[in-house]
């Protein structure tokens, strides 16, 4: 338990604004597309699994390159926010160019570009609202929140874009016959419209850059070293962070393997023809993009409490939570037939619990883990820390977990009289079992920070 001790100075609410927007259009370029991204490379391009798990682990390289490139010229010679412009200006003209290119190859080139560009914003984005917010248990989750907000808008906004202007009118009077041919005309329709995500994204992406350019003066640092990178390395080596490092790769192995799978896995239960199912279509739209936006409004809702959790738990009971909701929402999606015949309530209802438990899988590992990080660093290497770990979420864990997702995804689809079939427990059994081992793991070995100063909880 973390006692509420120190008192702290409160930030500007307008400058809680300026970066709650910033993070707002963060999230809503990348929640747009990525969502949808295996059903439309899948079923619309007709790309093979392994390629699809090519392009997924491309969105890693960027990530990679990230504390050597964007976190050593942020640290060390270039002001971020006008870094942040640069790349999403170039960023929304390549990922636009994603709506309209057919071919393997020439998706991949660009999306390695893309990468390149976009991922190393992610954690600038972190640093700079780090850099300027005087209290970051209280403040930085009520800035953040926002990005989750934007996921959800843009979700919702696809979802019903698809639904909307991309579902063919339904014949009057359909026999079972009619009924299959219309069912399929409708999921051709749906991953063709699933292009318009990398427009909007790209639209989005020139808004953004253009708004960094508004954004406070975030100047680079003199360190003790030249290279910011290796500092922070130094830095990183020390516990709790070598350990928190080490659980992040397997935790973003699975976490990739959510949005690897998920948006195909609701699109399926969202055809089922009942009243329910077509109650969450009407709010949500269609295409499992939008219904998984259910997981982003809870993390707003985790993310809002954040500031109360955070000093009445240790950082290590916030990553222990989190874990277990991990496993849990993997449990939910591989057993949900035998959990709805169990409990009597609809399929996609059990669904629904599971995709909800996201906030919690976000709010209380991955959140939780960025502070930790900035609170066990030092101030002039924030950015390069930052985007180590932003390497091992987004970088190694998304190019293992791309493999590992498109494996599974392959030993657990089968040829059902002429049909792919796809099993769900399988798929989603393994990942739950990933979860509840870097459980143990976790209360084995982790140990707690010797930086965690008490706040006060707003």
């Known amino acids: ?64 390159c990230a504390p050597w490139v964007a976190g050593q010229i942020a640290d060390r010679y270039f002001n971020t926010e006008k870094y942040l412009a640069m790349c999403h200006i170039i960023g929304g003209i390549l990922v636009w160019q994603l709506g309209s290119i057919t071919t393997y190859e020439g998706f991949f080139w660009f999306s390695l570009l893309y990468s390149i560009i976009y991922s190393p914003t992610l954690s600038l984005t972190n640093s700079l609202s780090f850099h300027h917010l005087t209290d970051r248990d209280r403040d930085f989750g009520k800035v953040r929140v926002w990005g989750t907000v934007g996921w959800v808008v843009v979700g919702i906004t696809i979802g019903q874009w698809l639904l909307r202007t991309h579902t063919p009118v339904a014949p009057v009077n359909m026999d079972e016959a009619a009924r299959a041919t219309y069912g399929a005309a409708v999921q051709v329709a749906h991953f063709a419209g699933m292009a318009d995500a990398f427009k909007l994204s790209g639209v989005l992406g020139v808004v953004m850059g253009l708004y960094c350019l508004t954004l406070p ?12 990178v290796r500092e922070a390395i130094d830095e990183v080596r020390k516990a709790p962070l070598v350990t928190l490092f080490m659980l992040a790769v397997p935790v973003s192995c699975i976490h990739q393997f959510y949005f690897v799978h998920t948006a195909g896995f609701l699109g399926t239960v969202q055809q089922k023809a009942d009243s329910l199912a077509q109650f969450f279509n009407d709010i949500f739209g269609v295409g499992g993009g939008g219904l998984m936006t259910i997981g982003q409004i809870c993390e707003i809702a985790v993310l809002g409490f954040m500031p109360v959790l955070a000093v009445r738990f240790t950082r290590k009971q916030l990553l222990a939570a989190g874990l277990v909701a991990y496993g ?68 190694f864990g998304i190019i293992v977990g791309s493999k590992i997702a498109s494996g599974i995804a392959t030993m657990a689809t089968s040829t059902v009289e002429g049909k792919q079939v796809t099993d769900y427990t ?33």
């Not at 003066?217 to 910011?228: D, L, N, V, W």
């Open 1 to 64: 338990m973390i006692n509420a001790t120190t008192t702290t100075i409160p930030s500007p609410s307008g400058l809680k604004t300026r970066l709650s927007a910033m993070m707002f259009l963060q999230y809503a370029i990348w929640g747009a597309w990525l969502p949808l991204l295996w059903p439309y490379l899948k079923n619309h391009l007709h790309f093979g699994d392994s390629q699809i798990g090519n392009l997924f682990a491309l969105g890693a390289v960027g990530a990679i």
């Open 328 to 395: 849990l929402r993997m449990a939910l999606f591989a057993y949900f037939t035998d959990v709805a015949s169990m409990t009597g309530l609809p399929e996609i209802l059990v669904v629904v619990t599971g995709v909800a438990l996201h906030g919690f899988c976000f709010g209380c590992f991955i959140f939780v883990a960025f502070l930790i990080v900035d609170e066990e660093c030092t101030g002039d290497v924030r950015a390069s820390a930052q985007s180590l770990f932003n390497l091992v979420i987004v970088g």
């Open 217 to 228: 003066a975030t100047p680079p640092s003199q360190g003790a070293r030249a290279s910011a």
């Open 426 to 458: 399988t798929l989603f059994s393994i990942p739950m079992w990933g979860s509840l081992f870097v459980l143990l793991m976790l209360i084995m070995f982790y140990m707690p920070g010797r930086k965690q100063i008490p706040v006060q909880a707003a």
